[in-house]
Structures are given as structure tokens and as C-alpha cells.
């Protein structure tokens, strides 16, 4: 099983981003998928969440900044950052829970508020 998350880089206060995380190698539709993030000296936090029902949840810091999404068809669930701040700068990590509860991470991909 792969996870490939993509999408990071460098934006602006309030700017957007849209971070994407293709899995490879499972029954991707069954699955619920999170992005988490972890910023410099701090521990990795949840970001958000969506079942395979496509139930969402968010942390408190990102509602209604932030949308969770997923594309069955393409193995791929999307995070959709508007607003952004800099408090927002981290490493952005997508996790696949199965039906049997194991997770899988991929490798994290860098989002940085800045101007």
C-alpha cells in the first residue's frame, strides 16, 4: 500500500491550496482517509477526516476554511485550504484507516504561509 500526497508549497496570508493523496495498492472506497499536519516543535495533529460515506470532521482550527474530499474513481482524497495563515505552516500527512483499523501513512508534503 502507497500513499502520495502532493500539492504543498509556498502561499501567501489567505491565499489557497489544494493538497491531493492518491493510494495505491487497497480498496481505497472502504477506507477512511485523514490528513494530519505537524508543525515545527509541535506534535502531529488532525486536520480533518472523511468515512467512506464521505462523513467529514475538523479540527476546530480549520472549520470552515478547509474541505475534505475524496474521488473513489481516482484512489484520491483532496484537502481544500482557503484562507490560509501562518499559523497553518506544517507538514501536511495523509493516513489511511482500514476496515481493520491499521493506518497507513504517506509521506508528508510541506505547505508554508508566508509572505
Known amino acids: 500500500v502507497q500513499l502520495q500526497a502532493s500539492g504543498g508549497g509556498l502561499v501567501q496570508p489567505g491565499g489557497s491550496l489544494r493538497l491531493s493523496c492518491t493510494v495505491s495498492?487497497?480498496?481505497?472506497?472502504?477506507?477512511?482517509m485523514g490528513w494530519y499536519r505537524q508543525a515545527p516543535g509541535k506534535q502531529r495533529e488532525l486536520v480533518a477526516t472523511?468515512?467512506?460515506?464521505?462523513?467529514?470532521n475538523y479540527a476546530d482550527s480549520v472549520k470552515g476554511r478547509f474541505t475534505i474530499s475524496r474521488d473513489n474513481a481516482k484512489n484520491t482524497v483532496y484537502l481544500q485550504m482557503n484562507t490560509l495563515k501562518p499559523e497553518d505552516t506544517a507538514v501536511y500527512y495523509c493516513?489511511?484507516?482500514?476496515?481493520?483499523?491499521?493506518?497507513?501513512w504517506g509521506k508528508g508534503t510541506l505547505v508554508t504561509v508566508s509572505s
Open positions: 495498492g487497497s480498496f481505497f472506497s472502504s477506507n477512511t
Open positions: 472523511i468515512t467512506s460515506g464521505s462523513s467529514t
Open positions: 493516513k489511511m484507516t482500514t476496515i481493520n483499523f491499521r493506518d497507513y
